[in-house]
C-alpha cells in the first residue's frame, strides 16, 4: 500500500521570499515520486519528478525537491516565489512496479502576497 | 506535438441520465488513465488503459466505465448519474512502459449534475 500526506493545505509567502511545499510518503516498496502543479481552470504540470538517479531533483521554473529516504519526504523548494507561482500543488506516488497508478496528496495551495 | 485533449470541456447533466466523455492522447502514447477532481475528495484515479485493456481500476462503483480504442482514444462513461457525480474528469496520457513515464494531463471536462 502507499500515500502520501501534504502537511499543509495552504501556504501564503511574500513574493521574492522561499517557498516550501512539505510532502511526506507511505510506501512499501522504493516510490517513484512527482510533483504536479495545477493553476486555475487548467491541467496539471509535471514540476519535477524522482526516479532513484539522484536525491536532488531539480525541475522546470526553478522549483527542486529532496529526496530523503530516512525522513520519507518529498518536500518542494524554490529560492525565490515568483507571482506566477500562485497555483495548486500535488505531491504524488507511484509504486515499483509496472502499473501506472499514482496516489495524489490532497493538495497545497499557494499564494503570493504582492 | 499537440497536448492531451478532452472533449467536451463542459457538460451539465440531470440525474439518472448517462454521459460519454472522451479523451485523445498525445501521439505515440499508448496509456490513458482518468481520475476524477473534487473539492472533498481530491485527486481519485479511476482506471487505465493500455493498448485497449484495463490494466488498473480504482475503487469506483460499476456505473463508471471506459475504453480505449485502437488509435489510443479513450472514452469514460457514467450512467445513472448521481448529484455526487459533479466533478472534473482529467484524462492523463503517457508511453505507458515505465513507472517513471511522466503523465501528461489533459485540461479536463467539467461535468454538472444537477
Known amino acids: 500500500a502507499q500515500s502520501v500526506t501534504q502537511l499543509d493545505s495552504h501556504v501564503s509567502v511574500s513574493e521574492g521570499t522561499p517557498v516550501l511545499l512539505r510532502c511526506n510518503y507511505s510506501s512499501s516498496y522504493s516510490p517513484s515520486l512527482f510533483w504536479y502543479v495545477q493553476h486555475p481552470n487548467k491541467g496539471l504540470q509535471l514540476l519535477l519528478k524522482?526516479?532513484?538517479?539522484?536525491?536532488l531533483v531539480k525541475g522546470i521554473n526553478g522549483f527542486e525537491a529532496e529526496f530523503k529516504k530516512s525522513e520519507t519526504s518529498f518536500h518542494l523548494t524554490k529560492p525565490s516565489a515568483h507571482m506566477s507561482d500562485a497555483a495548486e500543488y500535488f505531491c504524488v506516488v507511484s509504486p515499483n512496479f509496472g502499473n501506472e497508478k499514482l496516489t495524489f496528496g490532497t493538495g497545497t495551495r499557494l499564494t503570493i502576497i504582492p | 506535438k499537440a497536448g492531451v485533449t478532452q472533449t467536451p470541456r463542459y457538460l451539465i447533466k440531470t440525474r439518472g441520465q448517462q454521459v460519454t466523455l472522451s479523451c485523445s492522447p498525445i501521439?505515440?502514447?499508448?496509456?490513458v488513465s482518468w481520475y476524477q477532481q473534487t473539492p472533498g475528495q481530491g485527486l481519485q484515479f479511476l482506471f487505465e488503459?493500455?493498448?485497449?485493456?484495463?490494466?488498473n481500476k480504482g475503487n469506483f462503483p460499476g456505473r463508471f466505465s471506459g475504453r480505449q480504442f485502437s488509435n489510443s482514444r479513450s472514452e469514460m462513461n457514467v450512467s445513472t448519474l448521481e448529484l455526487g457525480d459533479s466533478a472534473l474528469y482529467l484524462c492523463?496520457?503517457?508511453?505507458?512502459?515505465?513507472?517513471?513515464?511522466?503523465?501528461?494531463f489533459g485540461p479536463g471536462t467539467r461535468l454538472t449534475v444537477l
Open positions: 524522482y526516479t532513484s538517479a539522484a536525491t
Open positions: 488503459y493500455f493498448s485497449e485493456t484495463q490494466r
Open positions: 501521439s505515440g502514447h499508448r496509456s
Open positions: 492523463a496520457s503517457s508511453s505507458g512502459t515505465s513507472r517513471y513515464n511522466e503523465q501528461f
